[in-house]
């Protein structure tokens, strides 16, 4: 196979007139998926969850493939799949090191899964693939509804718990002491978590979940140590990610989650050249404030 | 409703442990455990590690329940989360990238415990301003917590731990890892507010001598039994040999007190964690 013949594929499966026609959903879906996920992605990096939501995301894959196969609706599959997993890792696996090693069970019995239903699935190999590596314009306006109202939820669920949450978060120890509901807390950021991740499967693929869901509060959390602040440039580098990946895409001939992946990608570079010059300066008055107090 | 003809009893103890007994894993660590604290006493609960310090503490959280026997705040039941308690953990820095400046520590203390946008309100922070006053940590305030010394850090906690204007102050090893100048400010700081504002103090320590000026008290914990008393009552060679079961000496030089000849496995340094575990 030639790099002309993969290319060719790639052009297939964008398939540009029908593109078009759904743009203006996807993009309304893209957006709010960015902002929802760099919300809830600053919860992920405080709880230390990055490998949760890719041990999720593979469950997510598994649930829609399996969906696919039946013929049943997609994002209900993985929304199945997601939640399922989401609630598993959330029981099992309160202490960190249960976490990951529970994570690291289930993620790729999910993606074995997800193959299996993939490869008796008989029908078109975009929609597999898509599962995989993101098909925002090949779903349908009724499940983008979905997808959009399902963000809506976690966006208000979030706002609902985000103190105590937060207090959890950053500070156990006390929280606990302080009689928040930890471990009631800890499931429903979960459920949350597995909400968003079945919405993020659907619009950038199973395997690129993290870009939208890590990546832009990895980026703010560089640049700031403002409660408010960090929030806000995440939610805003999710938006501009989603939203400019497929601004960007409809201008050429490829997929969208590369362009979506690659600008998240940069957000973080840059934001991690200004926190390492910020904390230079930082030290720099520091130690000369120090020298002024002597 | 009914009156109680009497009227509301008169509550003196803040903490009141009646016959209490708790065990850990299969073995008692404590048992038939009266203790009472007044408002305003400042009770240091020593003994080595393992011997149902960190325990204590959770059952006056409500975090473990007593195997029998009762304790009661103020003179009611203990439930989680009870505003008059406050809390001030073990020394724990707060890793440097953490999104949490000095005031928002201090907020957690505040709201933090509270469902609901998280909307700011001007009461939330002119009380967050009024604690960072009262801990004189004002000044740091604004900067991130992960970029402060652990003095800094742990005078933070204690303004947290005032948020809910308590009656109790609950410290787990708060001087932990600091040098003698912030072992003395913070504990300062927690003799102030008691003296202030009649807050009682239960202060957990494996090392007496920061706080020995300030002590009323001292519960001793070891080998599954304990004895209570002022620190020249407790804090000496016969009496501390009797709880050991073996001779142990009480050495006091400069105005500090060292115990040694602690047994083996009574190792008299913190290793807290593996009881918290």
Not at chain 2, 138 to 157: F, K, M
């Amino acid at each position: 196979m030639t790099a002309d013949d993969i290319w060719g594929r790639l052009f297939n499966f964008a398939n540009y007139g029908e593109l078009v026609a759904l743009v203006q959903n996807s993009i309304v879906a893209a957006a709010v998926l960015g902002i929802v996920g760099g919300l809830i992605g600053v919860f992920v990096m405080q709880r230390d969850m990055a490998f949760a939501v890719h041990g999720i995301s593979e469950l997510s894959f598994a649930g829609a493939a399996g969906a696919l196969l039946l013929g049943a609706n997609v994002v209900l599959g993985s929304l199945v799949g997601s939640l399922i997993a989401a609630v598993l890792i959330g029981l099992l696996g309160a202490k960190a090191r249960d976490r990951n090693s529970i994570i690291g069970v289930l993620m790729p019995f999910g993606l074995g899964l997800g193959i299996l239903f993939l490869a008796l699935y008989p029908g078109r190999s975009a929609n597999k693939f898509g599962l995989l590596t993101g098909q925002i314009i090949s779903v349908d306006i009724p499940q983008l509804g979905l997808l959009i109202g399902l963000s809506v939820v976690v966006l208000v669920g979030l706002l609902v718990v985000w103190r105590p949450l937060t207090f959890d978060s950053l500070d156990a120890d006390v929280a606990a002491a302080r009689g928040v509901p930890s471990r009631a807390l800890s499931l429903g950021f979960m459920v949350l978590l597995g909400l968003t991740v079945a919405v993020s499967v659907q619009i950038i693929g199973s395997l690129l979940v993290l870009a939208l869901l890590v990546t832009p509060a990895a980026a703010a959390l560089r640049v700031s140590s403002s409660p408010l602040v960090v929030p806000l440039l995440s939610m805003l580098f999710g938006f501009v990610s989603a939203v400019g990946g497929i601004l960007l895409a409809l201008g050429g001939s490829l997929p969208i989650s590369p362009y979506i992946t690659t600008i998240s990608f940069l957000i973080y570079i840059v934001c991690r050249i200004v926190g390492a010059r910020k904390a230079a300066g930082g030290r720099a008055s520091a130690r000369r404030s120090l020298q002024a107090a002597r | 409703m009914t009156v109680n003809p009497a009227g509301p009893e008169p509550v003196e103890a803040v903490l009141e442990f009646e016959d209490g007994a708790l065990g850990f894993g299969g073995r008692s660590l404590w048992s038939g455990l009266d203790l009472t604290v007044k408002p305003g006493e400042f009770l240091a609960v020593l003994g080595p590690n393992g011997s149902g310090k960190t325990s204590l503490l959770k059952t006056i959280l409500g975090q473990q329940q007593l195997d029998s026997g009762t304790v009661r705040l103020s003179g009611h039941a203990i439930h989680r989360g009870d505003r008059r308690v406050g809390y001030i953990p073990q020394q724990k820095l707060v890793p440097p990238g953490t999104p949490l400046r000095g005031r928002d520590l201090v907020a957690l203390g505040v709201n933090g415990h509270r469902f609901g946008p998280p909307l700011p309100r001007r009461a939330d922070r002119e009380r967050v301003d009024e604690l960072l006053a009262a801990v004189a940590a004002a000044e740091y305030a604004d900067q991130p917590v992960g970029t402060l010394s652990g003095g800094e850090q742990q005078r933070l906690r204690v303004g947290q731990a005032l948020a809910g204007d308590p009656v109790l102050l609950l410290c787990d090893e708060p001087l932990l890892s600091l040098d003698l100048h912030h072992q003395r400010a913070v504990s300062e700081l927690i003799d102030q507010r008691r003296r202030t504002h009649d807050t009682a103090v239960v202060f957990v320590t494996h090392d007496v001598n920061p706080v020995l000026d300030v002590v009323d008290r001292i519960l001793y914990l070891a080998g599954g039994k304990f004895l209570q008393g002022t620190p020249a009552e407790v804090l000496r060679s016969d009496v501390l040999s009797e709880l050991y079961g073996t001779p142990v000496d009480v050495i006091r030089s400069h105005g500090r007190v060292i115990v040694v000849g602690v047994p083996d496995g009574h190792d008299h340094h913190d290793h807290h964690d593996e009881e918290a575990e």
